[in-house]
């Protein structure tokens, strides 16, 4: 039997990069999954006929979840689809770099309405959709969380704050049988890291000499980990923040 046989997760912002490859792992385990998008439904379209070529269940949702009312509407039309939740990822996140002299409001609402806000939202609506049997809720923290990078000090507050709530949640809601962890991704290559240039940049360059690993991570390497907290392998783990970046500390 598979890991994650007749559960339901939902993951957010995953139609491309870490969460596109937690929802392709997840299905691999057996699990239904909620492919959500705000805006790049082609590449979650892509996610979700992955899944189910390969024999798995899946639907693509969109949803904003920095807007309270579409986190409401992608859990109501998961139980539609699927019927009830047992498992939500909770990986949709902005960054953008901006040194202190440039960083605006917008600038910083735009994190942490989205990073914070969101995830807290959508771990509230989570629990109330979950079952007798408790659930299981996983955040995407970083890394730049515990070692900040120049540029990146209000995407670092909001991480920080990501696992400060997965601290006081999993006390919280562990009577309920709800079991939240994160996962810290060191560096890590993804879509837009290409699309950016970064890769074979000199900062890219000198990052990878100091993983004592000797590569940077791919989504794969981040997928792995979520797959094991969201199955029982990891049932005596909450609030706990994994540091998966190859022995880093950028």
Do not use: C
Request: glycine content about 10%.
């Amino acid at each position: 039997m598979k890991k994650l046989e007749n559960k339901v997760a939902v993951v957010t912002g995953s139609s491309k990069g870490i969460g596109a490859s937690i929802a392709l792992h997840l299905a691999a385990e057996g699990a239904s999954v909620v492919v959500n998008y705000a805006t790049r439904k082609e590449g979650a379209d892509k996610v979700v006929n992955e899944i189910v070529t390969k024999g798995g269940k899946a639907v693509a949702i969109q949803g904003d979840f920095s807007v309270q009312a579409d986190i409401d509407r992608v859990f109501a039309e998961t139980k539609t689809a699927f019927g009830k939740l047992d498992i939500l990822v909770n990986n949709a996140g902005f960054f953008a770099p901006s040194p202190l002299e440039a960083i605006t409001e917008e600038h910083f609402y735009y994190h942490f309405n989205l990073n914070v806000l969101g995830l807290l939202l959508s771990s509230q609506k989570a629990a109330e959709h979950f079952g007798e049997n408790g659930g299981n809720i996983i955040n995407i923290s970083s890394v730049i969380a515990q070692y900040p990078v120049p540029g990146y000090s209000v995407y670092a507050a909001t991480k920080a704050a990501v696992i400060a709530l997965t601290r006081a949640l999993a006390k919280e809601l562990g009577p309920r049988k709800i079991r939240i962890n994160a996962i810290a991704p060191g560096l890590t290559i993804t879509e837009r890291a290409h699309d950016m240039g970064f890769v074979g940049s000199d900062l890219y360059k000198s990052m990878v000499a100091q993983v004592p690993l000797g590569r940077a991570g791919a989504p794969d390497d981040i997928a792995k980990v979520a797959v094991f907290l969201a199955s029982d392998d990891s049932g005596w783990l909450t609030g706990e923040n994994l540091l998966v970046s190859g022995g880093a500390n950028l």
